[in-house]
């Protein structure tokens, strides 16, 4: 029989109020192998824990009840302070007499106190039945891979690196930036984007710490927290980036033309072509579906210019195995496509852009040169609209949620714009401004004064094209007046979306998603980087919309907890999991379809289902649903529970 | 097949043209319209308010004894279709107020008929492609603009009549009927509805933009759907033509009334002397008559 131990906390007034604490503790004194039973103010403070250690070391207890408030509270608190003595941690259980007795039973203090003392009972049997256990170590893979080439997993990768641990950056696209590498200056500082994000993408490709793969993506992930198995396809690029010196024969010889989706549709590219003009790394890739060869056979012309023999038209995608123990989420975002926008034209009015190819518009490197032109016959727009909060805060037709950026663009758009065009005038339609960041609102406020923007706080109903103009019907809800703009130009502020296939890769990871398909954290504010799933750790656009800063911020914070993770040699894993009785276990594998975490296998040659320790969360699935009652979990198992149980109806 | 037809108060007196014009045509097509007996007013507005199950009275009644007589009701008037299909979709998602309204008509009515427009059924149970092979008279080189209005599409969701910015039934329509379609931006915006009753001002400013657009964009007959589209647009032309004097006035037609010609009916039974603006001089110009 184990020396059992009771310690009763008042929790000042939340449990002593309302439950007698003096009381129990002197029934708890009475049962048979309890050697100690006592009470005190508070137990989590440290002459609380000391009363702990003191009676353990005295009375030789080999068993603890702690019966204060919930344990995701304290009872890590107690179990290291039992452990501080040689008792095994698992061997302190904590009695909920807060949240699940004092504090919804206030009004009874008879009732509360006899419920507090059957919770103690019942906390008791389990104790007396208690394993001693060790956590479970695993090895563990220090190398990270991050998903995504833009700033959030720029940053993330170059932080990892920097901490000495190996980095695999993938990227979709064949060049470095994401979307930042489009954006012409920056709110609030009006910082150009660009040399900045170049010289962070070349610290990248340099880095002897990070091996970068573009044109890259995950095809599958296997394994856990430490050890992921990862298989990535990188597409060919039908360029040998070995050989390639970058020299641009290539590009200049090409014969075909195509609209360019980095120019969003505003400026032309090649068949042959970088992803950008100053893209990192500068290699050019060939588009299947445009080049010439691929249509007809008919075009050889970059393979015949190449000084050094770098085309490849047999290429072949190549497959690439990969290990790494953490997995950085950097997807980033997409914007809402002008094609569902009916009210503004279904984008089939040229004079109707979003704010990415007004940005192209005012890149120095863009396809108009920084230059303000209307896209239908390149005149200077002497009169704009832009509209903020399109297909955002829209809960009935499209996003409900705020896209963050959105004000501060428009203003710095508007502000661009007055720049170059003095005589032209700007309308801005907005819901209401948001500019709650550092820097923000001076900026607004001093963009606001200086170019005499026009603010117009009303939606617009429809956008159609008329004489040549952009006819802009919306509402002054200030004025409460109709308002009619016969615009030259228009420039939508659209919702930020989750880039498209994210949703694919999160079932990949087994991570998860919003209805909105951003991934979702493990908590919005304790662990806001993390995911649901062990080791998949999230940075950027592809979480929630948010600006640079915060992205750059979110980026470090993920590749420093990261660093914390893979600072040990082993990860240690709670032991509270599933375990199978071999000789019960027929193998039917009914719990092999029920893991939620991929944690049970059958083991073909035994023919039983096992359990993988470092997948499984403990969470009880797969003995609910186990025909033969052959498993259980570490310390609750059936015999336990069935005898808590009996105190309660007893 | 043969279709259960509520005409509407408006069809019988000042749009009779259109309701004549839309029985002969069906007849040519070789389906009737078979008039509801002992119809009322449809109650002319959808209810803004969600607590006013009085206003739903009447459409309710209507569905109510359709349904008595068979499964499929058609309409004309846009208004009339706007107000019975969506009371027809209350009755199929709000069993609370469908109860309630039956209890006080003291009917049963479950909402399983079916409420399609007139242009639906040249769509879907004719077909454009089929009607255009019965045209006999087709409508070349004449430049018509369908103007939709607000009725028959919105609310879209509930609707369902069409895509919501940039609807096609119209225009498929005239299209098979040989007659060169334009497209100009105001065909889906208000005519400025009872406005003219109370702001008439109001409706004057929206017709005019509407026939200014139509016109600018070369068109040569604006085609409606609506008795009361075709009020502010066509009877209301010389208010127009008082305010702004820069306006050219334009037939308005209803599109059953261009059916008809396409079908090859005699002109005089087209019912032409309702519509404000004659539409005779443009049509003989044509050969159209």
Redesign the interface.
Known sequence: MRKLGVFICHCGVNIAGTVDVKSVAEEMGRVEDVAHSTDYIYMCSEPGQQIIREAIREKGLEGVVVACCSPSMHENTFRKAVKSQGMNPYLCEIANIREQCSWVHQKDREEATRKAAEIILATLEKVRKNESLEPIAMAIDRRVLVIGGGIAGMTAALDLAEGGYGVVLIEREPGLGGHMAQLSRTFPDLDPALPGLVAKASAVERHPKINLLCYSELEDVKGYVGNFDLTVRKKATLVDWEKCNGCGDCIRDCPVEYASPFERGLGMRKAIDLFYPDSVPSKPVIDREHCQYFLDKGCRRCEEICPKKAINFAQKDERIELKAGAIVVATGYELYPMERL??Y??GQIPDVIDGLAFERMLSPNGPTRGKILRPSDGKVPKEMVFIQCVASRDPDRYMPYCSRVCCMYTAKHASFYKEQVPDGQPYIFYMDIRSDCKGYEEFLQKTIEERGLLYLRGRVS?V????GKV?VLGVDTLTGRMVEVAADMVVLATAIVPSPGVKDLAAKLRATVDRHGFLTEAHIKLYPVESSTKGIYLAGCGQSPKDISDTVSQASATASKIQALLSTDKLLQDPLIAFVDEGICSGCGICVEICPYEAREMDRRRGISVVHEALCQGCGACIAACPNFACELRNSSASQTLRMVDTFVA | MDYLYFPGCTLYTKAKNFDQTARNCSLLLGFELKELPNWTCCGATFPLATDNLMALLPPARILASAREQGTVLTTLCAVCFNVIKRTNRLFQEDGEKRDKINNFIEKNYQGDLRVVHYLEILKQEVGFPQLKERVKRPLTGLRAAPYYGCMLLRPFEEMEFD????PTIFEGFLEALGAKVVEF?YKI?CCGSFQSVGSPDVATECAYKILG?AM?NGAEVVVSTCPMCTFNIDHKQSDIKQKYLDFKTIPVLYFTQLLGIAMGLDHRTLGFEQNFVDPLPLLKGKGLV
């Not at chain 2, 895509?163 to 940039?166: S, W, Y």
């Open positions: 009916g009210e034209g279904y429809r159609f094209q008329d004489d006819r | 895509d919501k910015e940039r931006p915006e657009s600018k």
